[in-house]
């Protein structure tokens, strides 16, 4: 059953109240029939509050002051306060309110640092008063695709809510990570994803074997253990990249490709043996190495 709020009683007895809107026009409805199904008995025009975002449990809405209010349902909407004053639209210079929610039975808040493209929650009680403030969590960062998915809205303007990245393996380290145009990129834990290019182009799905990723991913746990010499590594396989989707000379082949690994693993295995041992095990470890692609 939909809400009077926006009525204010003027005679209630017999069976009909005499009620008076905001601009003090009288009706005489009958309450508790919401004739148009629109949530509210009586005009639209009625209702005070304009709304700024309705996803999810909670709405948040402004009256015509520009003062905020979180409101559930059709329910009478209640003044989100911050050390007893109400906040208002543009009451923090650079701050953009976004969206009100019940979080998993917490009241929150979601505003944008419009310059800094970072997105900031507050917590507040039952009664939306502010509790606590939390984060700085940017654009285009998981934390911030979380509360994107919390909150149900698009803060970044890329028409997805929440993460628009879907994970294709994530062993060791590095996960290797492609959006929704299929493109590739390497994700560290949770953080923000980069992009794996190839001579400028970001490469994609389709474009090389899947057996290809593997070994990449496979290349950037190396560097873990041996740094930049690891990367060097990843970047070598990457100009070999743009050959392996047509076989035009042997070096196109997946074992020769292969091969050229193993090879290049031994050459920097062998770099932290021990120097006496330069003409002894080195050398015959790189000599059968390199003999393995021929
Ligand atoms: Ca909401
Ligand atoms: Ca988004």
């Known amino acids: 059953m939909a809400n009077s709020y926006q009525y204010t009683t003027v005679e209630s007895s017999g069976n009909t109240k005499l009620v008076k ?9 009958i309450f508790g029939i919401d004739t148009n199904g629109d949530g509210y008995i009586g005009s639209p025009a009625g209702n005070p509050y304009i709304s700024i975002e309705s996803s999810g449990n909670t709405k948040l809405v402004k009256d015509t002051t520009n003062k905020f209010f979180a409101q559930v349902g059709q329910t009478i909407p209640t003044a989100i306060n911050n050390g007893g004053q109400q906040i208002f639209q543009n009451i923090y210079a650079g701050w953009q309110t976004l969206a009100a929610e019940t979080v998993n039975g917490q009241n929150q808040v979601l505003w944008k640092n419009t310059a800094g493209d970072y997105l900031h929650i507050w917590r507040l009680d039952n009664n939306w008063n502010w509790v606590s403030s939390e984060g700085k969590f940017a654009l285009n960062s998981a934390a911030a695709f979380t509360q ?59 474009k090389i074997s899947s057996l290809w990723f593997r070994l ?32 035009n000379d042997f070096k196109d082949l997946i074992i020769w490709q292969k091969g050229m690994d193993i090879a290049q693993r031994c050459y920097f295995l062998t770099k932290l043996f021990p120097k006496d041992e330069l003409y002894g095990m080195v050398q015959q470890i790189r000599r059968s190495a390199v003999s393995i692609r021929c």
């Open 216 to 247: 990449c991913c496979s290349i950037q746990f190396w560097t873990k253990n041996f740094g930049s010499t690891g990367l060097s590594m990843l970047n070598w396989r990457e100009q070999g990249t743009g050959r392996m989707s047509d076989i």
């Open 21 to 29: 809107d905001t601009t003090n026009k009288f009706f005489a409805p």
């Open 148 to 206: 994107e998915t919390n909150f149900g809205i698009d803060t970044n303007g890329d028409g997805i809510i929440g993460s628009p990245y879907t994970t294709v393996e994530s062993s060791g380290n590095t996960k290797l990570v492609k959006d929704t145009a299929n493109k590739f990129f390497a994700q560290v834990g949770t953080n923000t994803p980069t992009a794996i290019n190839n001579g400028g182009q970001q490469i994609f799905q389709g």
